[in-house]
C-alpha cells in the first residue's frame, strides 16, 4: 500500500483516519449534529442536477462568530454577512451552490438579504439570525426567485443528519463532507464543501462548525480564528483564494457549559480532520499532501515555506507520479525569497524516508520512495535547521482532473 | 482563427510575430550571431538522447554582465558564476542539460570548476574568462569526465548558426530558440531555454545574449537588468523559480560604438520577443497568454496582480478550454491582499472583448468571447482604475502536458 501510515477508507466516505495525529476521542461515524441543530438540502433548480439548497437551523438563538475570505472582491453574501455576524448572534445559515453572487454588484446586495429574510421568515426567526452563503459561478444573477419558492418546503424538510445538509453545499466536490466529535457532554459538527479555488485566506469555501456546549460569542471569535489560523488557513488546492470563503461557528447552549481549552482542543481537532477530507478531495487529486516545517525561524517563515512546497506545481506532479525528484523539495524551499534560508542546513524527507541532508540530496533507494510516495497521503518534512517554529501545511497532487473540470467549468 | 491579432507560426519555429507590440525593425530570419561570436553543440552522454552540451564563444574577449536566480538554492555554476561576473569580461559560456549540479555540495562547485576549466583549454582562453552553465535535474552528480572529454571536439565545430548553440540546451524545450536584431551596425542575438520550474527572478531559466555592439561592462550590466525586469522577470510558467536561473550578455565590440539607448530599444525587443517563446513553449502549453495590467496604485501593485493572473490555474484552465469563465478575473485580482484593490473600479477585457465594468460582468457575447479565446496568443487586459502604473507579464495555458511531463520528469 505505501503511504505514511495513515488509512483512507474509499473516497465516497466522509471519514478519514489520520495515524500521524492520533487523538484520544473518536470522530463519530457517523457523524452527528449537535442537540438543537437540524437541517435539510433540496434542488431548487439553480444547478441542471443534484441539489443546490441547504439549510441548517438552530431551535434556539446561538452565539456564533463568523471568519471570511480576504480576497478584495466579496461576493454579495460576504459584505451582508460581515454585517450580519457583528451581532454575536445567529440562528441559521441558508447555503445556495451553483450561483456565487460575486461581482454582481448592488442587485447582489439585494438578493442576498432577500435569501436571509425568505430563510427567517419560513422559520420564524429574525432576519439578522439567518445568514446566507453562494457558491459557485462568478458574475452571474442569482436565481433568487427559485431559492424562495423552496424555502418554506426546506423549513419543513428540517431533520437531524448533517450529512444531508453537507449534500446541498456541494460544487465539485466528490462526496458531502461532515465530521463530528464530542466535548464533554456536548458536540461539535463541522460541515464544508470545497474542491477548487481554493487557498483561504481568514477561512475555507464554506465551512460551517455547530456546537450545543455554550460558549459566548467573543470566546468563539477568538477560538475560530486561531483554529481556522492552524487549520484551514493551511490547506491550498490551488493557489486560487475565493471570493467567498466562509466559515462560521454557532453555540447553541443546549448542552451547558464547557471549558473553553477542552473546547477548543476538539475543534482543532474536527477542523484539522476536516482539513485533510478537503485537501483529499481537491478537484482532480488522487492523494493528500501533508508538509510540515519544522527548525524555522519564526513562524511567518514556517508557514512561507509549507505553502510554498504545497503549492509547487512541480512538487504536486512529482507526488502524482510517485517520481522521486527531490530535488525539488530544494527549489520550492528555496524560491522563498523572504524567508531566512541556509541551503546547507536543510533537511528534509518524503514519507519518512531521509532524501535530502545538509542542503543536498543523499543516497536512497529510490524503489522504496517510489513505493512510499504510491500510498496516499503523502508526507513531505522539512527542517530548515534555524530556528524552532514549526507549522502543517495541505493540499494535494495536480492531475488531468484538475485541467479537465477547470477548462469547461462554466461551459459545463 | 480567433486570437488577439498576432500571426503565430508553426509550434516548432523559432519565429513569433507580434503584432500588438509593433517594431520598425524586423527580427532576422534565420537568427545569426553577431561577427567575432562562434557556437557549437553535441552530445557527450548526459541525456539519454538529443544534445547536451554547448559552448558559445567570442574570438576576443567581451565585456559582459549577468544577473542569476534569486532562489536560495542556487546550483554551482551559479555560485561560482557570481563570482566570475565581478570580472566584467568573458569570453564564453559552456552550458550542459540534462543535469543542474544543483544540491551537489563542495564536489558540485569542483565539477563546475573543471567544465569552465576545460572549455578555457580547449579554447586557449584564461579560465575567468568562462562561464558555465547547468539545466537538468536537481541533485545528480554532475557527469564532468563527459563534459571533459567532448569539449574539444566542440570547440573544433564551432560555427555561425546560432540555432545549432540553442539546439545544445534544450530540455523540455520542444524547439531551440533564438532571436537576433541589427542595432546600427551591430546585431543583438539571445539564445534561450527553459519550459519549466519558470517564474524567474531575475533571469530567465537559461539566456544568453550576445553582441558586437562596443559597450562597457557597467553599462551592460544597467541595461540587462532594466531589460531583464521588463520582460523574464514578468514570464511565469508555473510560479516555480529555478536553481539555475542565468542571463548573461557579451559585447565584443567587433562592430564598434552603438548609443545606449539605442541598444536597450533593440535588446527589449528581443527579449519581449523570447520572453513570448519561452511562454508559448511552457510544457504541455498550448496557448501564450499575455496579461496587461493598467491603472494601478504604483509599479509594485501592476506586477503583482499581473503575476496573480498569469499564475492563476483557474485562469490558466480558462484559456486553455476556451471557457469565458470570466469571473475568475475578479477572484485573481481581489487575492492580491497587499495591493490598492477597488473592485467597483476594476475593468477588464479578454482579446479585446469588454466583459468586466465596474467591478461586475458585463452582458457580452459568449459566443465571441468563446471563438476569441480559441485563438492564440489570449490577452487579457485589466485596468485598476485607482492609479496610473501599467505592466505586462506573459504564461501560458495549464494543460494535461504539464501534468504528464512533470509527474515523471525524473523517471523518464
Request: contains cysteine.
Given at each position: 500500500m505505501g503511504g505514511c501510515g495513515a488509512i483512507f477508507r474509499s473516497r465516497p466516505d466522509t471519514i478519514i483516519r489520520t495515524a500521524t495525529h492520533p487523538s484520544a476521542m473518536p470522530f463519530h461515524d457517523p457523524p452527528r449534529l449537535p442537540q438543537g441543530f437540524r437541517c435539510a438540502a433540496t434542488r431548487c433548480g439553480i444547478k441542471s442536477d443534484g441539489r443546490d439548497l441547504a439549510l441548517f437551523a438552530s431551535d434556539v438563538p446561538a452565539a456564533a462568530a463568523a471568519v471570511f475570505t480576504r480576497n478584495h472582491v466579496v461576493g454579495a453574501p460576504v459584505a451582508v454577512g460581515r454585517?450580519?455576524?457583528?451581532?454575536?448572534?445567529?440562528?441559521?445559515?441558508?447555503?445556495?451552490?451553483?450561483?456565487?453572487?460575486?461581482?454582481?454588484?448592488?442587485?447582489?446586495?439585494?438578493?442576498?438579504?432577500?435569501?436571509?429574510?425568505?430563510?427567517?421568515?419560513?422559520?420564524?426567526?429574525?432576519?439578522?439570525f439567518v445568514l446566507m452563503s453562494s457558491t459557485g459561478v462568478i458574475g452571474?444573477?442569482?436565481?433568487?426567485?427559485?431559492?424562495?419558492?423552496?424555502?418554506?418546503?426546506?423549513?419543513?424538510?428540517?431533520?437531524?443528519?448533517?450529512?444531508?445538509?453537507?449534500?446541498?453545499?456541494?460544487?465539485?466536490?466528490?462526496?458531502?463532507?461532515?465530521?463530528?466529535?464530542?466535548?464533554?457532554?456536548?458536540?461539535?459538527?463541522?460541515?464544508?464543501?470545497?474542491?477548487?479555488?481554493?487557498?483561504?485566506?481568514?477561512?475555507?469555501?464554506?465551512?460551517?462548525?455547530?456546537?450545543d456546549a455554550a460558549l459566548e460569542a467573543p470566546a468563539l471569535d477568538r477560538v475560530l480564528r486561531e483554529v481556522v489560523d492552524e487549520t484551514f488557513n493551511m490547506l491550498s488546492i490551488d493557489t486560487d483564494t475565493s471570493t467567498s470563503d466562509t466559515c462560521v461557528l454557532m453555540a447553541n447552549g443546549r448542552a451547558g457549559a464547557v471549558p473553553e481549552p477542552a473546547f477548543r482542543s476538539e475543534l482543532l481537532e474536527a477542523f484539522t480532520r476536516m482539513t485533510e477530507i478537503l485537501a483529499r478531495d481537491g478537484e482532480g487529486a488522487t492523494k493528500l499532501l501533508r508538509v510540515t516545517v519544522t527548525g524555522a525561524d519564526g513562524e511567518r517563515d514556517a508557514r512561507r515555506v509549507a505553502k510554498s512546497l504545497v503549492n509547487s506545481p512541480l512538487i504536486k506532479t512529482m507526488v502524482l507520479g510517485a517520481d522521486p525528484n527531490v530535488?525539488?523539495?530544494l527549489m520550492a524551499v528555496g524560491k522563498c525569497f523572504a524567508c531566512r534560508i541556509?541551503?546547507?542546513?536543510?533537511?528534509?524527507?518524503?514519507?519518512?524516508?531521509?532524501?535530502?541532508?545538509?542542503?543536498?540530496?543523499?543516497?536512497?533507494?529510490?524503489?522504496?520512495?517510489?513505493?512510499?510516495?504510491?500510498?496516499?497521503?503523502?508526507?513531505?518534512?522539512?527542517?530548515?535547521?534555524?530556528?524552532?517554529?514549526?507549522?502543517?501545511?495541505?493540499?494535494?497532487?495536480?492531475?488531468?482532473?484538475?485541467?479537465?473540470?477547470?477548462?469547461?467549468?462554466?461551459?459545463?
Amino acid at each position: 500500500m505505501g503511504g505514511c501510515g495513515a488509512i483512507f477508507r474509499s473516497r465516497p466516505d466522509t471519514i478519514i483516519r489520520t495515524a500521524t495525529h492520533p487523538s484520544a476521542m473518536p470522530f463519530h461515524d457517523p457523524p452527528r449534529l449537535p442537540q438543537g441543530f437540524r437541517c435539510a438540502a433540496t434542488r431548487c433548480g439553480i444547478k441542471s442536477d443534484g441539489r443546490d439548497l441547504a439549510l441548517f437551523a438552530s431551535d434556539v438563538p446561538a452565539a456564533a462568530a463568523a471568519v471570511f475570505t480576504r480576497n478584495h472582491v466579496v461576493g454579495a453574501p460576504v459584505a451582508v454577512g460581515r454585517g450580519l455576524i457583528r451581532g454575536g448572534r445567529l440562528q441559521a445559515v441558508v447555503i445556495n451552490s451553483g450561483v456565487a453572487n460575486v461581482g454582481t454588484g448592488e442587485e447582489g446586495i439585494v438578493r442576498a438579504r432577500r435569501m436571509g429574510a425568505a430563510a427567517a421568515a419560513a422559520l420564524g426567526v429574525p432576519c439578522e439570525f439567518v445568514l446566507m452563503s453562494s457558491t459557485g459561478v462568478i458574475g452571474i444573477p442569482l436565481p433568487i426567485e427559485k431559492i424562495e419558492a423552496a424555502l418554506p418546503e426546506l423549513v419543513a424538510a428540517l431533520q437531524d443528519d448533517p450529512v444531508d445538509g453537507a449534500r446541498g453545499i456541494m460544487t465539485t466536490d466528490t462526496h458531502p463532507k461532515a465530521v463530528s466529535r464530542s466535548v464533554g457532554d456536548a458536540t461539535v459538527t463541522v460541515v464544508a464543501k470545497g474542491s477548487g479555488m481554493i487557498e483561504p485566506n481568514m477561512a475555507t469555501m464554506l465551512a460551517f462548525a455547530f456546537t450545543d456546549a455554550a460558549l459566548e460569542a467573543p470566546a468563539l471569535d477568538r477560538v475560530l480564528r486561531e483554529v481556522v489560523d492552524e487549520t484551514f488557513n493551511m490547506l491550498s488546492i490551488d493557489t486560487d483564494t475565493s471570493t467567498s470563503d466562509t466559515c462560521v461557528l454557532m453555540a447553541n447552549g443546549r448542552a451547558g457549559a464547557v471549558p473553553e481549552p477542552a473546547f477548543r482542543s476538539e475543534l482543532l481537532e474536527a477542523f484539522t480532520r476536516m482539513t485533510e477530507i478537503l485537501a483529499r478531495d481537491g478537484e482532480g487529486a488522487t492523494k493528500l499532501l501533508r508538509v510540515t516545517v519544522t527548525g524555522a525561524d519564526g513562524e511567518r517563515d514556517a508557514r512561507r515555506v509549507a505553502k510554498s512546497l504545497v503549492n509547487s506545481p512541480l512538487i504536486k506532479t512529482m507526488v502524482l507520479g510517485a517520481d522521486p525528484n527531490v530535488g525539488r523539495i530544494l527549489m520550492a524551499v528555496g524560491k522563498c525569497f523572504a524567508c531566512r534560508i541556509e541551503p546547507a542546513r536543510i533537511r528534509a524527507s518524503v514519507c519518512g524516508l531521509p532524501v535530502i541532508e545538509a542542503g543536498c540530496r543523499r543516497a536512497f533507494d529510490e524503489a522504496e520512495a517510489r513505493r512510499r510516495l504510491g500510498g496516499d497521503p503523502v508526507n513531505i518534512d522539512v527542517d530548515l535547521g534555524v530556528g524552532t517554529a514549526r507549522t502543517r501545511a495541505w493540499g494535494c497532487d495536480l492531475s488531468h482532473g484538475y485541467v479537465d473540470e477547470n477548462a469547461a467549468y462554466y461551459s459545463s
